[in-house]
């Protein structure tokens, strides 16, 4: 099966197939930009628009870093300081960015759906970069290339997630693609973090670290979303990270092979144990930053190539209708 979207607004409606097609392509760019082979020509004359409306750091300078490799001309608009903030509605947004024209518009917002209604109102490609507690699909898709790359494949792993599920985007898209990939994915976290109904997503639910990682082949380890919390979901960081904090009696009850992830940014000591963060033998951390630069040129190519097929038979559409 092709990959025939025009957006990447999620994991939740691509095949396997898709995903491995996309996987396929990021892994080739991994090994090329390690030999510093660049490809200009891919993206040339096209116009990449970052509109970030929440901080952020690794993904924002992914995305821009992996457009100007294909050879786009980038532009990362400062949201913090736009119309938004004046009060302009997203929609009215959409309609300035159509008279701009561009071709590639990557968003991240604090408002799950509000890519998505972004993608309805413009005529150009949409790159979700996460959106509320919706999706964060190139996260996942990065996650995804890292393991493939560590283990030699990407099915029939025991994948632990630990930490806060309830408000990651990124366990999300994580359970989402790992799960099409027949895979056996643990949830580890305190019941406070554990969002309900989550055993419909065919999870096996823990509140205990240790029988969570019982023989795992993967420990990805998630952020405390303490932007998004309100309330008391932790007694104290000490205390979760007692519990809940990856250290090197905790990783013993995995497998002697297994990787150690983070989606960034960590808080040491709270999350993961700083040695078990640097341990060039377990930890994978550095090299999903790399995979990430890797998969959102392979997202942007596939879709670029949508988008000028696309316009193309508009063209010839509008020349037979003249």
């Not at 947004?93 to 008279?99: E, I, K, S």
């Not at 969570?212 to 932007?227: H, I, N, S």
């Given at each position: 099966?092709?990959?025939?979207?025009?957006?990447?607004?999620?994991?939740?409606?691509?095949?396997?197939?898709?995903?491995?097609?996309?996987?396929?392509?990021?892994?080739?760019?991994?090994?090329?930009?390690?030999?510093?082979?660049?490809?200009?020509?891919?993206?040339?004359?096209?116009?990449?628009?970052?509109?970030?409306?929440?901080?952020?750091?690794?993904?924002?300078?992914?995305?821009?870093?992996?457009?100007?490799?294909?050879?786009?001309?980038?532009?990362?608009?400062?949201?913090?300081?736009?119309?938004?903030?004046?009060?302009?509605?997203?929609?009215?947004?959409?309609?300035?960015?159509?008279?701009?024209?561009?071709?590639?518009?990557?968003?991240?917002?604090?408002?799950?759906?509000?890519?998505?209604?972004?993608?309805?109102?413009?005529?150009?490609?949409?790159?979700?970069?996460?959106?509320?507690?919706?999706?964060?699909?190139?996260?996942?898709?990065?996650?995804?290339?890292t393991i493939r790359r560590e283990k030699g494949r990407l099915h029939r792993l025991t994948v632990a997630?630990c930490g806060d599920i309830a408000h990651s985007r990124v366990a999300r898209s994580n359970i989402m693609?790992?799960?099409?990939?027949?895979?056996?994915?643990?949830?580890?976290?305190?019941?406070?973090?554990?969002?309900?109904?989550?055993?419909?997503?065919?999870?096996?639910?823990?509140?205990?670290?240790?029988?969570?990682?019982?023989?795992?082949?993967?420990?990805?380890?998630?952020?405390?979303?303490?932007?998004?919390?309100?309330?008391?979901?932790?007694?104290?960081?000490?205390?979760?990270?007692?519990?809940?904090?990856?250290?090197?009696?905790?990783?013993?009850?995995?497998?002697?092979?297994?990787?150690?992830?983070?989606?960034?940014?960590?808080?040491?000591?709270?999350?993961?144990?700083?040695?078990?963060?640097?341990?060039?033998?377990?930890?994978?951390?550095?090299?999903?930053?790399?995979?990430?630069?890797?998969?959102?040129?392979?997202?942007?190519?596939?879709?670029?190539?949508?988008?000028?097929?696309?316009?193309?038979?508009?063209?010839?559409a509008r020349e037979v209708m003249a």
């Open positions: 099966m092709p990959y025939r979207a025009m957006h990447l607004l999620g994991i939740e409606p691509l095949h396997p197939t898709e995903i491995t097609t996309l996987l396929d392509l990021a892994d080739r760019y991994a090994d090329e930009n390690r030999r510093g082979i660049a490809h200009r020509d891919v993206l040339e004359g096209m116009t990449q628009i970052n509109m970030f409306f929440e901080n952020s750091t690794r993904t924002q300078a992914s995305f821009e870093l992996a457009g100007k490799r294909l050879g786009a001309d980038v532009m990362s608009m400062a949201m913090q300081a736009s119309s938004i903030k004046k009060g302009e509605t997203l929609i009215d947004t959409a309609l300035t960015l159509n008279a701009m024209r561009p071709d590639i518009l990557v968003v991240r917002h604090p408002q799950s759906g509000a890519v998505d209604l972004l993608a309805q109102k413009v005529n150009c490609t949409v790159l979700n970069a996460g959106d509320g507690r919706h999706e964060h699909p190139t996260q996942a898709l990065l996650d995804a290339l997630i693609l790992l799960g099409k990939m027949e895979n056996r994915i643990r949830l580890i976290a305190p019941p406070t973090l554990m969002p309900s109904g989550i055993a419909d997503f065919g999870c096996e639910v823990f509140d205990d670290m240790e029988k969570g990682l019982e023989g795992a082949d993967v420990v990805m380890m998630l952020r405390l979303q303490k932007e998004r919390m309100d309330g008391g979901f932790i007694p104290s960081e000490r205390e979760y990270y007692h519990r809940y904090g990856l250290d090197a009696e905790k990783l013993s009850y995995a497998k002697d092979d297994a990787i150690v992830m983070h989606p960034g940014p960590m808080n040491r000591g709270v999350e993961i144990d700083g040695t078990i963060a640097d341990d060039i033998n377990r930890s994978v951390i550095q090299t999903q930053v790399e995979m990430g630069v890797a998969v959102r040129m392979a997202a942007m190519d596939l879709l670029a190539r949508n988008l000028r097929a696309k316009r193309g038979q508009e063209a010839a």
